[in-house]
T-cell receptor
Framework: QQPVQSPQAVILREGEDAVINCSSS?????VHWYRQKHGEAPVFLMI?????EQKGHEKISASFNEKKQQSSLYLTASQLSYSGTYFC????????????FGKGTKLTVNP | KAGVTQTPRYLIKTRGQQVTLSCSPI?????VSWYQQTPGQGLQFLFE???????NKGNFPGRFSGRQFSNSRSEMNVSTLELGDSALYLC??????????FGSGTRLTVV
């Protein structure tokens, strides 16, 4: 049930854009996105419920393609503070609150 | 409002011993989930409790157990510790369709 994230790692310069993908082989109820900085706990970014609505604000947004069971996280005009590991978590349709995480995408933003 | 509190922050145990970790969720959150985080495996789902009932369980051996009390506080127990149990153990509390809030974790080292 573990979702598959890609790429595994990304290196950017400040101001560049990045896209992180998350896909599942099963029908999803929701997709979550979290960022974890080294030595800290994961921090919630956003949740997408089935319906394909794009969420987010400012320079971090996400979409959920219900037909493909795929979600993408968009980081626009990246800042140094965006560095960290991004995890997507998925809940299956018909299930209760069991959030399973992908293996993460390490994002490094350099000056 | 207070966040998720995990105690203790650090533990060193010897192989064969058992350990109990504690998690106090955000007030009003009845769902508490536990994760094991290691560098190679990412965030692995252990179990999820809601109103004192275990609703979901991950693929961990029976040495890993947990419970939730009437005030939503949760504990997890690992018996007969093995070297491979060394990890960061994170708990998170949530309201359905909202994001998870993680505690700072308990770093367990088994020697």
């Amino acid at each position: 049930q573990q979702p598959v994230q890609s790429p595994q790692a990304v290196i950017l310069r400040e101001g560049e854009d990045a896209v992180i993908n998350c896909s599942s082989s099963k029908a999803l109820y929701s997709v979550h996105w979290y960022r974890q900085k080294h030595g800290e706990a994961p921090v919630f970014l956003m949740i997408l419920l089935k319906g394909g609505e794009q969420k987010g604000h400012e320079k971090i947004s996400a979409s959920f393609n219900e037909k493909k069971q795929q979600s993408s996280l968009y980081l626009t005009a990246s800042q140094l503070s965006y560095s960290g590991t991004y995890f997507c978590g998925t809940e299956l349709q018909g299930g209760s609150e069991k959030l399973v995480f992908g293996k993460g995408t390490k994002l490094t933003v350099n000056p | 409002k207070a966040g998720v509190t995990q105690t203790p922050r650090y533990l060193i145990k010897t192989r064969g011993q058992q350990v109990t970790l504690s998690c106090s969720p955000i007030s009003g959150h009845r769902s508490v989930s536990w994760y094991q985080q290691t560098p190679g495996q990412g965030l692995q789902f252990l179990f999820e409790y809601f109103s004192e009932t275990q609703r979901n369980k991950g693929n961990f051996p029976g040495r890993f157990s947990g419970r939730q009390f009437s005030n939503s506080r949760s504990e997890m127990n690992v018996s007969t510790l093995e070297l491979g149990d060394s990890a960061l153990y994170l708990c998170a509390s949530s309201l359905r369709s909202y994001g998870y809030t993680f505690g700072s974790g308990t770093r367990l080292t088994v020697v």
